[in-house]
T-cell receptor
Framework: QKEVEQNSGPLSVPEGAIASLNCTYS??????FFWYRQYSGKSPELIMF????GDKEDGRFTAQLNKASQYVSLLIRDSQPSDSATYLC??????????????FGKGTLLTVNP | DAGVIQSPRHEVTEMGQEVTLRCKPI?????LFWYRQTMMRGLELLIY????????DSGMPEDRFSAKMPNASFSTLKIQPSEPRDSAVYFC?????????????FGQGTRLTVV
């Protein structure tokens, strides 16, 4: 069973701080990695995706990937109360032939305190 | 772009009734996913289609669940008969040329309550 693990939280940070969200995955053949944000009662919204080892920055968000350690993280700089949400890590890999499964972790609840 | 469109947004039904959820993917996307989300199990992939063809339905919980995609712009997820444990939020998502690397975009979801 291919798994994606996240700390459920809640992770609480003060406004303006850096929030660090972590994710590990079990399938070493995983190829693509995504971070989604989900506000309560809403649908998941794509924030970032990363394919290669290293860092990828987009505004206040930085995704980090380490395939050797099977670890992917999301850093949110200058956290704002509006960043308070559940962050979902998603991993895709080839399950055979043309079958690429997108598997989600259960998410980490982030609370940014004013 | 209108995004992925799901209907209905909310559905309350009695145990034993048939439920049909509907999804219109983003125009031009050729891959469509059905997910179910609960507090206990998180987001679970039920089935996904590439070019209207079901590729993986191993997540469909039992024979009471069925999904179809008769054309590139429409898909249905049917539960017959429904049971209280089917209560969840059901999401449809679509992606362009899904080979594992392109992002999937979600609809607003259907909140299903079976009483």
């Amino acid at each position: 069973q291919k798994e994606v693990e996240q700390n459920s939280g809640p992770l609480s940070v003060p406004e303006g701080a850096i929030a660090s969200l972590n994710c590990t995955y079990s399938d070493r053949g995983s190829q693509s990695f995504f971070w989604y944000r989900q506000y309560s009662g809403k649908s998941p919204e794509l924030i970032m995706f990363i394919y290669s080892n290293g860092d990828k920055e987009d505004g206040r968000f930085t995704a980090q990937l380490n395939k050797a350690s099977q670890y992917v993280s999301l850093l949110i700089r200058d956290s704002q109360p509006s960043d308070s949400a559940t962050y979902l890590c998603a991993v895709s890999g080839n399950s055979g032939g043309s079958n690429y499964k997108l598997t989600f972790g259960k998410g980490t609840l982030l609370t940014v305190n004013p | 772009d209108a995004g992925v469109i799901q209907s209905p947004r909310h559905e309350v039904t009695e145990m034993g009734q048939e439920v049909t959820l509907r999804c219109k993917p983003i125009s031009g996307h050729n891959s469509l996913f059905w997910y179910r989300q609960t507090m206990m199990r998180g987001l679970e992939l039920l089935i996904y289609f590439n070019n209207n063809v079901p590729i993986d339905d191993s997540g469909m919980p039992e024979d009471r669940f069925s999904a179809k995609m008769p054309n590139a712009s429409f898909s249905t997820l049917k539960i017959q008969p429904s049971e209280p444990r089917d209560s969840a939020v059901y999401f449809c998502a679509s992606s362009l040329a899904w080979t594992g690397g392109t992002p999937a975009f979600f609809g607003q979801g259907t909140r299903l309550t079976v009483v």
